[in-house]
């Protein structure tokens, strides 16, 4: 396995899970009203973990 591959597979691993947390987050928080700051952190969460699994997909490609 080469690093390239290496280092996709574990930002995969990373965005996979920023993408549960967010998740996460957002389920837990779902039931409680007039507070939006949970709901912009797994908002954020969710970006940051579609981001890294579009760069693992694009480092993945080019190996």
Request: hydrophobic share 50%.
């Amino acid at each position: 396995m080469d690093p390239r591959s290496r280092r996709a597979a574990a930002i995969r691993v990373l965005g996979t899970s920023a993408l549960l947390a967010g998740l996460l987050v957002s389920l837990l928080t779902l039931s409680s009203s007039g507070r939006s700051e949970p709901h912009v952190l797994a908002g954020l969460l969710v970006l940051v973990g579609v981001g890294l699994r579009i760069e693992a997909a694009i480092t993945a490609s080019s190996a």
